[in-house]
């Protein structure tokens, strides 16, 4: 008999299916080295599950007939598995396969990951007492060439020039501790390991499989918002060898004198995730545990307490422009 999943999706076990085939790399984020661990603390255990256990559950995933409540997480992450797939994805996760050490995953054992947390949120709290480690260049009649890159590095020692030695320490998935937005309507920063859930391709997007809004709430991640299935862009074709945008011929001859003349284009909302916003980490981005390079005093005003943790974009993305 399939033991019981329960309504608990496999979460991000298998979301790289299209780019990695048989691939469990991407899996252990979440899942662990050897799929001892509960994803998010919510799945099974996947590691004492039966190779029968782990096909039948991808092939309803697939279909649709099962996963309960959360199978909409793991419907997509599945869609291009083939039987044969699924069955090589089994025999990776049950004998050890191609599963590659995620370095954060394996160092996040449950009582690390709950200390890591409030650190990792303190840090970024105090960023700007952090800053004050810079060099201070007041009253200084000359300034040394190591002084004015953020490298702090002569300029004619390129070869020997190394990047900060950035740590990405984070609890996996499930685990951290939201950090407040850094000013208002400010893209949120990533709490937790991305270790195996980049990069981001057309076809692979594991953010997805936790912060879709009809999963987020069941595995308490945040949830994609509104303006993120809004576009906000104005309709441009190519008509009649003239460019059109909004309904509005672009050019000489045209009502708009150049493409800058829009000054508001027509709000389309989607049910689908704009293809603008499907890149996640090009603007929500984890921390490294390292002290700023530049000195900085900026304090975030917030009018409103709660938009530390929440947004308002939707109904200020018009502000000043009508």
């Known amino acids: 008999m399939v033991k019981a999943i329960g309504k608990v999706a496999l979460l991000s076990m298998f979301a790289s299916v299209a780019m990695y ?20 603390g919510k799945s099974k255990i996947v590691k004492d599950m039966s190779k029968e256990d782990i096909v039948k559950a991808l092939k309803g995933y697939k279909d649709g007939t099962y996963g309960g ?33 995620a370095p954060a995953a394996e160092k996040a054992a449950p009582a690390a990951e709950k200390a890591a947390a409030p650190a990792a949120a303190a840090l970024v709290e105090d960023n700007i007492e952090n800053g004050k480690t810079g060099y201070d260049l007041t009253g200084k009649k000359e300034v040394a060439e190591v002084e004015l890159g953020l490298r702090k590095t002569a300029l004619g020692q390129e070869d020997t020039a190394k990047p900060v030695d950035a740590k990405f320490d984070a609890p996996a998935p499930g685990a951290s501790k939201k950090f407040a937005r850094s000013y208002v309507n400010a893209p949120p920063l990533i709490p937790h390991s991305v270790e195996g859930l ?11 499989g936790c912060h879709m809004p009809d999963v987020a709430k069941g595995v308490g991640a945040t949830a994609i918002p509104a303006s993120h299935f809004t576009n906000y862009r104005p309709t441009t074709v190519y008509k009649d060898g003239e460019l059109v945008k909004e ?27 704009y293809q603008g916003r499907f890149n996640c980490s090009q603007c929500h981005v984890p921390q490294a545990n390292v002290k700023p390079l530049v000195k900085n005093n900026f304090r975030p005003d917030f009018t409103d307490k709660k938009f530390k943790g929440v947004s308002n974009l939707t109904d200020v993305m018009t502000d000043g422009v009508k």
């Open 247 to 273: 309904g509005q011929t672009v050019g000489m001859k045209g009502k708009l004198g150049n493409t800058s003349d829009i000054k508001l284009a027509k709000v389309k909302k989607l049910d689908h995730l």
């Open 198 to 208: 980049l990069p981001i391709t057309q076809k692979n997007n594991q953010c997805l």
């Open 21 to 40: 085939a048989a691939s469990t790399a991407g899996c252990v984020a979440c899942h662990g080295k050897n799929f001892e661990k509960k994803a998010l």
């Open 69 to 101: 409540a959360m199978k909409g997480s793991m419907k997509g992450q599945v869609s291009n598995l083939s039987d044969a797939d699924m069955a090589a994805l089994a025999d990776a996760i049950l004998g050890g396969g191609d599963a590659k050490a």
